[in-house]
């Protein structure tokens, strides 16, 4: 016989642990859940690959538009002064900053000028 908790549990979908599966007595459903845990874990894994998909896809759509922006500014001097406008105020980071010879913002600055060449805080 198995217990409420357990048939609560099974009721709500969630996968059972190996020793909650080993504690239901043999049967159907002990077959029936022991499929579902089985097709639960390979519905998540299609779904990681699904959205590892969707990541790729995305990252590559960057790539090809970035290839693109990064042609016409060598091609056009209006678009390129444009396109480092627009990534001067976008760009927070110093090392991306950097991948475009674009200097660093104020506020690193300040915070370089305060920082002491030791690198311990000032008292």
């Known amino acids: 016989m198995v217990n409420e908790e357990l048939l609560k549990k099974i009721r709500s979908g969630k996968d059972l642990t190996e020793e909650e599966i080993e504690s239901l007595p043999e049967g159907p459903l002990k077959t029936k ?3 579902r845990q089985a097709l639960n874990a390979q519905i998540r894994q299609e779904a990681a690959r699904e959205g590892k998909r969707k990541r790729t896809a995305d990252t590559r759509r960057k790539i090809l538009a970035g290839a693109w922006v990064l042609d016409e500014a060598e091609q056009r001097k209006d678009f390129r002064e444009f396109v480092l406008k627009q990534l001067d105020s976008f760009l927070t980071r110093p090392d991306d900053r950097a991948l475009f010879d674009l200097p660093p ?3 690193e600055l300040k915070k370089a000028q305060e920082k002491p060449e030791n690198g311990e805080p000032q008292e």
């Open 33 to 35: 859940v022991k499929k």
């Open 105 to 107: 913002r104020k506020e």
